[in-house]
C-alpha cells in the first residue's frame, strides 16, 4: 500500500515538472531583452516628459514596479547600455554572449520639436 502511495506521488511529481518544462511560456534571452528595451524606451520618454530632458543616465529612471530585478540589465545580467546625443536620437545596446549586438534606437523628440509618446513610436529601422 505505502509503495503503491509512493509510486503514485512520484508519478504526480514527474507530471508537474514536465508540465513546468513544456508548457509554462518562457521568452527566449534575446526577446526578453527587447521586451526590457521597450520598456526602458517607454520610462526614457516618461522621464524626458516629466524633467524637459533625457535621463543622463539609466539609473536615473525612477523604480517601476513591473521589473523583476534591474530594468538596465539585459537577459544575461549585463547593463545595456544607453546613449543619447544633440539630435535626441537614443540607442540602447546589448552584448549578449552568444551573438550579435541587439541594438535598438528611437527619436525621443518629434519633428516639431516636443517630446515622442511612447505609444505611438517605432524603432528606427535600419
Given at each position: ?7 503514485a506521488i512520484a508519478s ?99 519633428p516639431k520639436g516636443t ?12
Open positions: 500500500m505505502r509503495l503503491t502511495f509512493a509510486v504526480i511529481l514527474a507530471i508537474g515538472f514536465l508540465c513546468y518544462l513544456f508548457i509554462t511560456d518562457r521568452q527566449p534571452p534575446r526577446d526578453e531583452t527587447l521586451t526590457t528595451m521597450w520598456c526602458l524606451k517607454r520610462d526614457i520618454l516618461n522621464y524626458a516628459h516629466v524633467h524637459n530632458s533625457l535621463p543622463p543616465t539609466l539609473k536615473s529612471l525612477p523604480p517601476h514596479l513591473v521589473y523583476i530585478g534591474d530594468p538596465a540589465k539585459d537577459a544575461w545580467g549585463k547593463d545595456i547600455e544607453y546613449k543619447h546625443g544633440s539630435n535626441d536620437i537614443v540607442i540602447l545596446t546589448s552584448h549578449p554572449p552568444d551573438g550579435p549586438a541587439i541594438v535598438r534606437s528611437f527619436h525621443a523628440k518629434t517630446w515622442a509618446e511612447e505609444l505611438g513610436l517605432y524603432w528606427i529601422e535600419k
